[in-house]
T-cell receptor
């Protein structure tokens, strides 16, 4: 199974809402990633978890809060977002989180902030 | 810091023809890995091909092959016998410490 799943597929939220994005993989990978992707742009790295510990935070605003409950799950908690946060949010996983790793991407959650 | 440059924002090719997508990169690392990822419209990003910098032999995967020129820091992707399903955004990337650095992407259109 080489699949990364993400829920929900689409999410519309107001600026005062709290919501969460979920990501799951069953490949036994020990590194998981959150990316933000704007239209016609490459993915921008937000967070990296390695062995369930946050190892990289790319200076992401605190209104985005990641969580890694176990080695298969990755959440992204959203609170008080701004319209400019509307984007495709991609989750990915890789074997160990090294430079050699292939990253496997999920289909993404299309987020719209009103 | 690592950087990746894709100088062709858009390209098109006739079905069954061959097309080459360009990528140059910069890194101070001596050991690194290079990737081409494909993102079809409204579908998830997948790996096309991967190259280990210490290997001189160019990687190939069926109709996809790379021309890796380490001294020139160039890593182009050749797609042979282009098919309609090859239409996608193609991202070149370099593997760094725990993260990928992506180029800006090339949108490839296949003309039937």
């Amino acid at each position: 199974d080489t699949e990364v799943t993400q829920t929900p597929k689409h999410l519309v939220m107001g600026m005062t809402n709290k919501k969460s994005l979920k990501c799951e993989q069953h490949m036994g990978h020990r590194a998981m990633y959150w990316y933000k992707q704007k239209a016609k742009k490459p993915p921008e790295l937000m967070f990296v978890y390695s062995y369930e510990k946050l190892s990289i935070n790319e200076s992401v605003p605190s209104r985005f809060s990641p969580e890694c409950p176990n080695s298969s799950l990755l959440n992204l908690h959203l609170h008080a977002l701004q319209p400019e946060d509307s984007a495709l949010y991609l989750c990915a996983s890789s074997q160990e989180g090294t430079a050699a790793d292939t990253q496997y991407f999920g289909p993404g959650t299309r987020l719209t902030v009103l | 810091a690592q950087t990746v440059t894709q100088s062709q924002p858009e390209m098109s090719v006739q079905e069954a023809e061959t097309v080459t997508l360009s990528c140059t990169y910069d890194t101070s690392e001596s050991d690194y890995y290079l990737f081409w990822y494909k993102q079809p419209p409204s579908r998830q990003m997948i790996l096309v091909i991967r190259q280990e910098a210490y290997k001189q032999q160019n990687a190939t995967e069926n109709r996809f092959s790379v021309n890796f020129q380490k001294a020139a820091k160039s890593f182009s992707l050749k797609i042979s016998d282009s098919q309609l399903g090859d239409a996608a955004m193609y991202f070149c990337a370099i593997g760094g410490a725990q993260k990928l650095v992506f180029g800006q992407g090339t949108r490839l259109t296949i003309n039937p």
